[in-house]
């Protein structure tokens, strides 16, 4: 139950993009095609579940006991990076229909605040390791429907005669916030 | 000068240097920095509990305790003056918000009535929800001055006596949820917690029958096995109606048991009190009149025909459980008093 | 380079929001008020101007190949500077701030400054970018939040104007999106 809980709010009420305005960079910059969009959530999966399988290892191991918690960004930011630094170098190595598919998105997730953003949420929240990893998860299923569906919306767009001062980013942005005003018909559903 | 080649060598010293230097100066600003996120912590709980109770001068966050509920614990801040209760800060709390938790702080006089309340901590809608903070709304006036023993902690529209805030239902609700769990864990404990050992007088006027004089006046003094002990008689007319004893164990829990024992002329009891103790709480304490029926066991029992004794040692009492030794020893007083009663010499 | 313009670059031509749509994340998350976009632009002011400064002296010291570990622990340092002192010193609005403090470290206009500027240019040059820099997010935040604020609760740094209720929708999240979209219009239309 606590779970169901954690995956609606993680999803549809509290999306970490359209609500809690997380993961912006890559919401506006790799929504042009709903098959990048697709691979970027993959990627963003991937890497956040592990980031915060690690970053909570980390805080309740290390930090926490050793009174540390002050080093917390400086160590996660460190950790994440190196992380998907060695993710890349596995996946090439490991599964290289998996890298080809991800790969070129890996790169851009040490600067992509989401992942970094749902590390520290998850230890702010006070999870187990257990319930830490299904809001990691949902968080980037999350992620990933929103970049979907407004790769969607941009690729209807193009078809669009758009006034002039509006064309480009004004008017994706105008569409990403009817996207979060529809989202936000599901506050209160958990 | 020249940039640094990237030789094994040079990566990891540079690494290491930058880490090293940057983790000493963090630990350097986090000392200094320590004691003011402390303080400003302090400060914001301290104006809480001060905006929601009566002026006071103690330091309430020194005298809190907590209590356990369902879904977490609530926590009291005792506020007096003068080293009197003027009122109780309840951090209180509900996971039944439009978006999660909602921390308050509820203001109560020591009464019940609510004096004040502040929100600590929620995540509601901006412009919606937020509108329950006391200073972004009057939602929070209403409840100030009211005794929910005769004021419905409701919304209107569902049979109460609180008007919600427009279009936020769900966080009006849950807020007064919470201010109703304060208010009901107060009243429950505050029979506890306000329940003191009673004075001698008042205890012999517990344990002693229908008397009319004043006991305490002709207190008299009984040696028994080289101890002192005082007497009470209680009279009415020239008839006497029982006397009360003071008599006490060293063998309970932690130190001394003191009790007053009443007796009536046929050397029936007649009623126990507990004067002092220093048992265990949750256990030893329950031999207190208010905690348990333990003392019921005791009145209307003839020490000479019946053994005062728990049943584990073939007595006819049944023991405290987690407590047998304080049980014991509170027997054992009881047994003293009535010897003290029949065989003692007056001093 | 023309100090001048290295300064003024950042408030309008490469406004780090409206042109270059870096540090989105903090521009919306935190500008429900003019106030919080002010203090979110300022802490982060602080980090880009101290990182660059760092970073300009150190370049020569760090090769090539971890040079970008090196900035990100030099941010990231800052930036938990930045976190202690507001708990200390500014609780309230670290509390509204919350989670975009620690955010900053990922924000990709700080660490594109240390790694597109100040890594390949003087210190003095380096402190009028990160300035100018951080000026124009500051500039943008703050915009951004007054405008929210003015539509969403009819008042402007706190300072209520009309006893109405406001568009709420400006307050909550999707009117962060539609506020931006106008503001990079208008940025545009300037811009010519």
């Known amino acids: 139950m606590e779970y169901i809980a954690i995956v609606l709010s993680a999803i549809l009420v509290n999306n970490i993009v359209l609500a809690q305005f997380l993961g912006l960079c890559p919401f506006f910059g790799v929504s042009n095609r709903i098959s990048t969009a697709a691979g970027m959530g993959g990627a963003v999966m991937f890497v956040m579940t592990i980031a915060a399988i690690v970053t909570y290892m980390i805080s309740h191991y290390i930090l926490i006991p050793f009174d540390l918690i002050y080093l917390r960004t400086v160590t996660y930011i460190l950790v994440i990076s190196s992380l998907v630094q060695m993710v890349e170098i596995i996946l090439k190595k490991v599964s290289p229909p998996l890298y080809q598919a991800l790969g070129i998105f890996l790169p851009l997730m040490t600067t992509n605040c989401a992942i970094l953003g749902v590390a520290i949420l998850v230890i702010q929240n006070e999870y187990t390791l257990m319930s830490g990893v299904v809001f990691a998860i949902a968080h980037a299923i999350g992620f990933t429907l929103a970049l979907v569906i407004l790769a969607g919306i941009r690729e209807q767009l193009e078809l669009v005669n758009v006034p002039k001062g509006m064309r480009g980013n004004p008017v994706i942005l105008v569409a990403a916030g009817l996207l979060a005003l529809a989202f936000m018909g599901f506050a209160g559903i958990v | 000068m020249a940039k640094r080649e990237s030789t094994f060598f040079n990566m990891v010293m540079a690494l290491l240097v930058i880490t090293f230097i940057a983790s000493a100066s963090l630990g350097f600003i986090y000392e200094l920095t320590k004691e003011p996120i402390e303080a400003a912590r302090a400060a914001k709980k301290n104006n809480a509990i001060r905006s929601v109770v009566p002026v006071f001068d103690n330091n309430p966050s020194e005298e809190e305790y907590r209590i356990e509920v369902s879904g977490g614990e609530l926590v009291f801040y005792p506020a007096k003056k003068d080293g009197e209760l003027v009122g109780t800060a309840v951090e209180t709390f509900t996971n039944r918000g439009f978006s999660g938790e909602i921390i308050l702080m509820v203001g109560l006089l020591p009464d019940g009535t609510i004096h004040g309340i502040e929100v600590l901590e929620h995540k509601e809608t901006p412009g919606l929800g937020d509108k329950m903070e006391s200073d972004k709304s009057d939602f929070s006036v209403q409840f100030e001055g009211q005794n929910p023993e005769d004021f419905r902690l409701r919304l209107r529209q569902d049979g109460g006596d609180i008007d919600g805030i427009t279009a936020t239902t769900i966080s009006s609700r849950a807020y007064c949820e919470a201010v109703e769990l304060a208010w009901k864990v107060y009243i429950d404990k505050d029979a506890d917690v306000s329940y003191e050992l009673p004075a001698k007088e008042e205890a012999i006027d517990r344990v002693l029958p229908g008397f009319a004089n004043n006991p305490v006046m002709e207190e008299f003094q009984v040696v028994y096995e080289g101890k002192v002990y005082n007497l009470y008689p209680g009279r009415r007319g020239r008839n006497f109606t029982g006397t009360a004893v003071e008599s006490w164990s060293e063998s309970g829990y932690i130190g001394n048991i003191r009790l007053m024992v009443g007796f009536n002329q046929e050397g029936i009891i007649t009623g126990v009190e507990v004067l002092e103790h220093n048992e265990s709480a949750n256990y030893g304490d329950l031999i207190e009149n208010a905690r348990s029926d333990f003392y019921k066991q005791f009145v209307g029992r003839d020490p000479s025909g019946e053994v005062l004794k728990i049943r584990e040692d073939g007595g006819v009492i049944d023991g405290i459980s987690g407590a047998t030794v304080t049980a014991r020893a509170y027997c054992e007083a009881v047994q003293t008093a009535y010897e003290v009663y029949t065989r003692g010499e007056r001093n | ?192």
């Open chain 3, 1 to 192: 380079m023309d100090q001048a313009k290295n300064f003024t670059k950042g408030l309008i031509r490469e406004n780090p929001v409206f042109i270059l749509m870096l540090g989105l994340c903090p521009a919306l998350g935190t500008t429900t008020s003019a106030f919080n976009g002010m203090g979110m632009g300022l802490a982060t002011m602080f980090v880009v101007i101290m990182s660059n400064i760092v970073v300009s002296l150190i370049k020569n010291f760090v090769p090539s190949k971890v040079r970008i570990p090196c900035y990100i622990v030099v941010i990231a340092s800052f930036v938990t500077i930045v976190d202690l002192v507001m708990a200390a010193f500014m609780s309230p609005l670290h509390e509204q701030l919350g989670l975009f403090i620690p955010l900053i470290v990922v924000n990709c206009f700080v660490l594109g400054r240390a790694e597109a500027f100040a890594s390949k240019n003087t210190l003095w040059s380096s402190i009028i970018d990160g300035t100018g820099m951080g000026l124009g997010f500051t500039l943008a935040l703050t915009l951004l939040g007054a405008s929210r604020e003015i539509l969403g609760s009819n008042a402007i740094f706190g300072f209520q104007f009309l006893q109405a209720d406001g568009m709420l929708v400006f307050v909550l999240a999707p009117g962060a999106f539609i506020a931006l979209g106008y503001l990079i219009a208008l940025a545009n239309k300037l811009n010519k």
